[in-house]
């Protein structure tokens, strides 16, 4: 069974950092295409960016130069380095992958997500 767990989230004050990981474990062939998600209260979900098999990544507007996403292909984890947070980045985080299983189709799973607030 594929799992996607989502940590490192928390608490943290406005201007600082923090890294958010996506791990994957099971039985599969490969970690695919991996996006990070986040919802806020009230608001949908959005997406916040994404990292592709050969290490590209790209990122919404209002995150750009600020958030890195980078992978371990090896760990079959994806990061989500956060700086100059802002309260209004306070959400929960969701990260989606697509997954080669071992019968070898695609298929997407969703992490249950961690809370990331920023205070003012």
């Known amino acids: 069974q594929v799992q996607l767990v989502e940590s490192g989230g928390g608490l943290v004050q406005a201007g600082g950092s923090l890294r958010l990981s996506c791990a994957a474990s099971?039985?599969?062939?490969?970690?695919?295409?991996v996006h990070w998600y986040r919802q806020a209260p009230g608001k949908q979900r959005e997406l916040v960016g994404g990292s592709f098999n050969g290490g590209s990544a790209t990122y919404a507007t209002l995150v750009e130069g600020r958030f890195t996403i980078s992978r371990d292909n090896a760990k079959k984890t994806v990061y989500l380095q956060m700086n100059s947070l802002k309260p209004e980045d306070t959400a929960v985080y969701f990260c989606n992958a697509y997954i080669v299983t071992l019968t070898g189709s695609t298929q997407s799973y969703w992490g249950q997500g961690t809370q990331v607030t920023v205070s003012a």
């Open positions: 099971g039985s599969f062939f490969g970690l695919g295409t």
